[in-house]
């Protein structure tokens, strides 16, 4: 059964710091692994999108990497802002499921100080 | 509309009423899913439904919840004499057609939820 961890549960950092958050999965075989950003109250946004077969993804600040073998993938943000405060979500799609249902980590509760 | 559309946002109910949450998922997207997010929680898969059929119910946690799918379009989650433990969010998503596998490489959308709070 896939489980999905994410390390640390909760992060505060000063403005304009560089930061990792991580995300480790225990079955390898995987379509695509996927970052998302929660707001309080509201839904998800989709960040970055990584398939299987790909090392990384970037898009402006963002930068997620995926190490399939090891089942690690680590969203790399540049230059915190306190915009960037909000809740990250990793969650992979299994090969074994054809239903592309995604398996949710906890989340890491980012909070960005100014 | 141009995202992921859930009514109502927010609910209390009294426990043992029956609650209906709704989900609009965008225009042309096959595959619809339901998550639930309970307090301090990640998100639990519920159901997948591709087209108006659910091929995926593995996630439903009771025979109390149910859901189904019609023209395509619009999905209604039933909880039927809720309990305090039901208390959390309901989150609707979709995404479109896949190639050979539903979903396998296409983002999923998100809409904003809907928050239940069973007293």
């Known amino acids: 059964k896939q489980e999905v961890t994410q390390i640390p549960a909760a992060l505060s950092v000063p403005e304009g710091e560089n930061l990792v958050l991580n995300c480790s999965f225990t079955d390898s075989a995987i379509y695509n692994l996927q970052w998302f950003r929660q707001d309080p109250g509201k839904g998800l946004t989709s960040l970055l999108l990584i398939q299987s077969s790909q090392r990384e993804q970037t898009s402006g600040r963002l930068n997620a990497s995926l190490d399939k073998s090891s089942g690690r993938s680590t969203l790399y943000i540049a230059a915190s802002q306190p915009g960037d405060s909000a809740t990250y979500l990793c969650a992979v799609r299994q090969r074994s499921s054809n239903t592309g249902k995604l398996i949710f980590g906890q989340g890491t509760t980012l909070q960005v100080k100014p | 509309g141009a995202g992921v559309s859930q009514s109502p946002s927010n609910k209390v109910t009294e426990k043992g009423k029956d609650v209906e949450l709704r989900c609009d998922p965008i225009?042309?997207?096959?595959?619809l899913y339901w998550y639930r997010q309970s307090l301090g929680q990640g998100l639990e898969f519920l159901i997948y439904f591709q087209g108006n059929s659910a091929p995926d119910k593995s996630g439903l946690p009771s025979d109390r919840f149910s859901a189904e799918r019609t023209g395509g379009s619009v999905s209604t989650l039933t909880i039927q004499r809720t309990q305090q433990e039901d208390s959390a969010v309901y989150l609707c998503?979709?995404?479109?057609?896949?190639?050979?596998?539903?979903?396998?490489?296409?983002?999923?959308?998100f809409g904003e939820g809907s928050w239940l709070t069973v007293v």
């Open positions: 998503a979709s995404s479109p057609p896949g190639q050979k596998n539903v979903g396998s490489g296409n983002t999923i959308y």
């Open positions: 225009s042309g997207h096959t595959a």
